[in-house]
């Protein structure tokens, strides 16, 4: 999926918001840690949801973790709600 069409998808109201990845972990031969994935992937999951944790098509559920252990996770990888 090309950025500009995934930022349209996951960007909440009018404001178009990229985020441009990681060129280096895409690199060959380079890797992203699997730090660096789980962060990635959680973020992706928390923008789509509006970042919305719990209850049904919430992040946790997504990503078929328990509400708290997602938000141990979050605090852990040093995540934080953008401010709008």
Request: proline share 6%; no cysteine.
């Amino acid at each position: 999926m090309n950025v500009i069409e995934h930022g349209m998808i996951v960007s909440p109201g009018k404001v178009l918001r990229v985020e441009i990845p990681n060129a280096e972990a895409n690199l060959p031969g380079k890797h992203a840690t699997l730090e660096q994935n789980e962060k990635r992937h959680i973020l992706a999951v928390l923008k789509t949801t509006g970042w919305r944790i719990r209850g049904k098509e919430g992040a946790a559920e997504i990503l078929g973790v328990k509400p708290t252990t997602l938000e141990y996770r979050i605090k852990r990888l040093g995540l934080s709600r953008p401010q709008e």
